[in-house]
T-cell receptor, first 114, second 114 residues
């Protein structure tokens, strides 16, 4: 059974620092991996989707890498801003799942202080 | 990105009554939608997979008679919490798959049963 772990559980940084969020998964047979952002009391916003054949994806200040063989993905957020404060979740879709179910990590709660 | 709209965002109901939550994909068709439940400070728990035109597939431990799911069209899935009790109070979130690849989430529904 696929297990997804996110470290650290919480992170606090001063504005302007780069953020590094880690996600690891136990089964390397994945279809894709998604990073999401969740604000308190809200739904999830899709940030980046990495297909299993890709090594990284970039969108603005966000960059996500994928190392399938070692079961790891890292989300980098450059030059953090207070508006980046949120919980970040990674989710993995298994290569053998035809429905598209996602297995979520517990999330990393990020606080960016002004 | 694609838009998934969930309604209502908040609902308070009396114990013993039923509540319906709607999930709509606004700018794409979704053969498959998912319903999640989220407890405070925890990650998402998948409740069921909803497929257009067929019965939903429920995860182990989820009561199908209490959580009725209907996926009547390619843009609409509904979750009905029947005979709601205080322990059903939670945050419910739906998601829809775009092109069977990327998951987009609704804003979530805060259900409070009094």
């Amino acid at each position: 059974k696929q297990e997804v772990t996110q470290i650290p559980a919480a992170l606090s940084v001063p504005e302007g620092e780069n953020l590094v969020l880690n996600c690891s998964f136990t089964d390397s047979a994945i279809y894709n991996l998604q990073w999401f952002r969740q604000d308190p009391g809200k739904g999830l916003t899709s940030l980046l989707l990495i297909q299993s054949s890709q090594r990284e994806q970039t969108s603005g200040r966000l960059n996500a890498s994928l190392d399938k063989s070692s079961g790891r993905s890292t989300l980098y957020i450059a030059a953090s801003q207070p508006g980046d404060s949120a919980t970040y979740l990674c989710a993995v879709r298994s290569a053998t799942d035809s429905w598209g179910k996602l297995q979520f990590g517990a999330g990393t709660q990020v606080v960016v202080t002004p | 990105g694609a838009v998934v709209s969930q309604h209502p965002s908040r609902v308070i109901c009396k114990s013993g009554t039923s509540v319906k939550i709607e999930c709509r994909s606004l700018d794409f068709q979704a053969t498959t939608m998912f319903w999640y439940r989220q407890f405070p400070k925890q990650s998402l728990m998948l409740m069921a997979t909803s497929n257009e035109g067929s019965k939903a597939t429920y995860e182990q431990g989820v009561e199908k008679d209490k959580f009725l799911i209907n996926h009547a069209s390619l843009t609409l899935s509904t979750l009905t919490v029947t005979s709601a009790h205080p322990e059903d109070s939670s945050f419910y979130i739906c998601s829809a798959l775009l092109a069977n690849t990327e998951a987009f989430f609704g804003q979530g529904t805060r259900l409070t049963v009094v």
